[in-house]
């Protein structure tokens, strides 16, 4: 599914006749259909990602941070404070929705170097930069220590999350 279809749901939707690539007859109750066929928080997440739909941020947060209650080994990790697991839920749904664009590739994931394609290294072709691990562990007060040797593999099994919400979208058949 094109992701900019998902726009059909905001109130500040373009004409559907105005849309480019031949699309015809596709509404915002056909777009509705469509996501409904998703998870709720698979939904919950593409509304926010690609229609700006913050209104439900902190709840598709505590969502997260109930699939990360169900986790075998969970017992094991010893959790600095009350609340922290949601910190990091809410960072990583963030970093996931708004994402930051490479500087070194402005998002193209790559270019032209010497007449032929080059990936962008610092970004991995992913078009996308990473926030830093200092301001990472900042945001949820830890040690950049403790973040690299403890939390930051943590951090990307929750975030992963997302990727898992995103995959349900595109493994759509229209």
Excluded: H
């Excluded at 998902?6 to 469509?34: F, H």
């Excluded at 994931?109 to 078009?127: A, Q």
């Excluded at 099994?157 to 898992?164: K, L, Q």
């Amino acid at each position: 599914m094109n992701p900019e279809l998902l726009t059909l749901l905001t109130a500040s939707a373009q004409e559907i006749n105005d849309m480019p690539s031949g699309v015809v007859n596709l509404t915002s109750a056909d777009v509705a259909a469509i996501l409904s066929k998703l998870s709720p928080e698979a939904s919950q997440y593409v509304r926010l990602k690609y229609c700006g739909e913050t209104n439900q941020r902190e709840e598709l947060a505590l969502a997260m941070r109930r699939k990360v209650a169900m986790w075998k080994g969970l017992e094991n990790w010893q959790i600095p404070r009350p609340g922290f697991l949601l910190d990091l839920c809410s960072m990583a749904l963030l970093e996931a929705s708004q994402p930051l664009i490479c500087p070194s590739c402005k998002g193209r994931k790559g270019g032209i170097l010497k007449g032929r394609y080059t990936p962008c290294e610092p970004c991995g072709e992913t078009g996308k930069a990473r926030i830093k691990l200092q301001t990472l562990a900042d945001n949820v007060g830890l040690s950049p220590k403790l973040w690299s040797d403890v939390w930051g593999r943590r951090y990307n099994r929750i975030s992963a999350i997302t990727d898992i919400w995103e995959g349900e979208l595109y493994s759509l058949r229209l």
